[in-house]
Nanobody, 113 residues
């Protein structure tokens, strides 16, 4: 049974940091590129970051220089380190195995003073 479980969300002040994690099981994690997406209230889900199997990373322009995606194939985990957070980063963050319908339940990130 495929599972993606996100964690690490919460409430943080503008300028703060959070580290999200996504634990994968039920499929060969190292064989898949992995992505983070986010969805804010009333908006469509949008791409945030991707890390391919070889470790090359891609970012949305809105988060470039502030967010870092990484993966640990030994632990079947993908992380999203978020720094210099802004109120517009507020959303539910989801991880996804690229090219599949494997999605987690999401973790809420709220950036507010």
């Amino acid at each position: 049974q495929v599972q993606l479980v996100e964690s690490g969300g919460g409430l943080v002040q503008p300028g703060g940091s959070l580290r999200l994690s996504c634990a994968a099981s039920g499929f060969t994690f190292s064989s898949y590129d992995m992505s983070w997406y986010r969805q804010a209230p009333g908006r469509e889900r949008e791409f945030v970051a991707r890390i391919i199997r070889l470790g090359i990373t891609y970012y949305a322009d809105s988060v470039k220089g502030r967010f870092t995606i990484s993966r640990d194939n030994a632990k079947n985990t993908v992380h999203l380190q978020m720094s210099s957070l802004k109120p517009e980063d507020t959303a539910v963050y989801y991880c996804n195995a690229v090219g599949t319908e494997f999605w987690g339940q999401g973790t809420q990130v709220t950036v507010s003073s």
